[in-house]
């Protein structure tokens, strides 16, 4: 290892400082730990995110890892009209399991095994959905056994996808926001790596989303959904990285959007606090981002704060707009990316976003896992075919 990748192995607090070399996650003050910067940012050869491998503990360790990252930022007018300014879109849906976590999983599992969370023997993570599939694939892809914390109720249809690695799946009956801190408590007496949501390793790999943008398109602004907070951790930490490091003139401003079903993060910005209180959250169909009470909440105001950035939030009436807008532009994602679009809209009609600002949206997962659309089908005889094809494309 190289002396800046041992000083990597130690955590430091972002809001009181605090560091120690225990692959600790929370610091004493409660606040989530990150690996300390590194401060070489030149781009290597390597395949997808690990490009930046000068920025990251580790490196690819090869296989379905290698294939995680360097996703594609697109633009369309149809989406650019729709939300009142110059916008692209980052396809995170491109990865290996549809979402950017694999930048967190990948990036996790080759840092466990290097030893970064000291003598575990599987890894584990709380999730329902993306992060679930994502962890299971990548400890698969690693040989390294994998434990799933998963709700009582999830739809069969959700566990479907995420058993198709073989992991331990359990269904755990309670208080499922609880269950974040105690699977961190049990990870640490049963040799398991816990990467949720916010800890240091995954956010250390999901920042790679923001580099990468910041990089090929240097937009004034990000926008982007949050849920936990740590891709948007991530993205915090990659922005002022390449900043002190010169690699960009500007930090872009930080604009993070939520459904307003649930929005904890978006209620405690509008009140000016520091600190972000849970809430009873209500349905949404961005079902991936309806978290009552984000870990890394605080994180996520101190960010826009700090980059002069927003919190903001969308109805799903909002959010149907937005996914409509980027089916007819060909584009498939979760609602819960389509947010992304809609809040930026949203920003830009109540003025906080300038109308002449180069936007990214980042489209966190694929569309391809969920059907959002209903069927609107025509049906013929084979023999009635020829009246129903003379039809198409004529105006209805
Ligand atoms: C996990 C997830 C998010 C939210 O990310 P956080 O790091 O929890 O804030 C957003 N979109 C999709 C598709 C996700 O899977
Ligand atoms: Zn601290």
Redesign the pocket.
């Known amino acids: 290892m190289s002396a800046e990748r041992v000083r990597a192995a130690t955590r430091v607090c972002y809001a009181c400082g605090a560091a120690t070399t225990a692959p600790a996650v929370r610091c004493d003050c409660g606040e989530p730990l990150w690996l300390p910067e590194v401060t070489d940012p030149t781009e290597t050869d390597a395949p997808g995110m690990w490009r930046h491998a000068g920025l990251l503990p580790v490196d690819s360790p090869g296989g379905v890892a290698d294939a995680v990252g360097d996703t594609p930022l697109v633009a369309s007018d149809a989406v650019a009209d729709f939300a009142g300014v110059d916008v692209s879109l980052k396809l995170?849906g491109h990865a290996p399991t549809g979402?950017?976590?694999d930048r967190g999983s990948a990036l996790a599992v080759a840092a466990v095994e290097a030893g970064y969370a000291g003598d575990v023997r599987a890894v584990g993570t709380v999730s329902h959905?993306?992060?679930a599939m994502s962890t299971a694939a990548f400890a698969a892809s690693a040989d390294l056994p994998c434990v799933v914390l998963v709700p009582d109720d999830i739809p069969e249809s959700r566990l479907g996808v995420i058993a198709q690695y073989d992991p331990t799946v359990v269904r755990v009956d309670g208080d499922y926001g609880r269950l974040y801190e105690r699977s961190l408590e049990l990870g640490r007496e049963h040799d398991i790596a816990f990467l949720n949501?916010?800890v240091p390793l995954r956010v250390e790999g999901?920042k790679t989303t923001a580099v990468e943008v910041c990089l090929d398109a240097a937009p004034d602004a990000i926008v982007?959904?949050?849920?936990?907070?740590?891709?948007?951790s991530g993205a915090w930490k990659a922005v002022r990285k390449l900043h002190a490091a010169g690699r960009i003139d500007q930090i872009p401003d930080l604009h993070f959007v939520q459904a307003s079903a649930c929005a904890p993060i978006d209620e405690a910005f509008a009140r000016g606090d520091d600190t972000v209180a849970s809430v009873d959250g209500g349905e949404t169909i961005a079902y991936?981002?309806a978290?009552a009470d984000?870990p890394?909440g605080d994180r996520v105001l101190t960010a826009a704060r700090d980059t002069g950035g927003t919190v903001t939030s969308v109805d799903d009436d909002a959010t149907r707009a937005a996914l409509d807008t980027l089916a007819r532009a060909g584009i498939s994602v979760?609602a819960?990316?389509a947010v992304a679009l809609a809040g930026t809209r949203e920003l830009v009609q109540s003025g906080r976003l300038d109308s002449d600002a180069e936007v990214a949206a980042i489209m966190?997962?694929t569309g391809l896992k969920e059907a959002s659309g209903s069927a609107d089908t025509a049906r013929a005889t084979v023999d009635s075919l020829d009246t129903v094809l003379g039809g198409v494309g004529v105006e209805r």
């Open positions: 995170e979402s950017f976590k959905g993306n992060m949501s916010d999901q982007m959904p949050v849920s936990s907070g740590g891709h948007a991936s981002i978290n984000p890394s979760e819960s990316c966190t997962g």
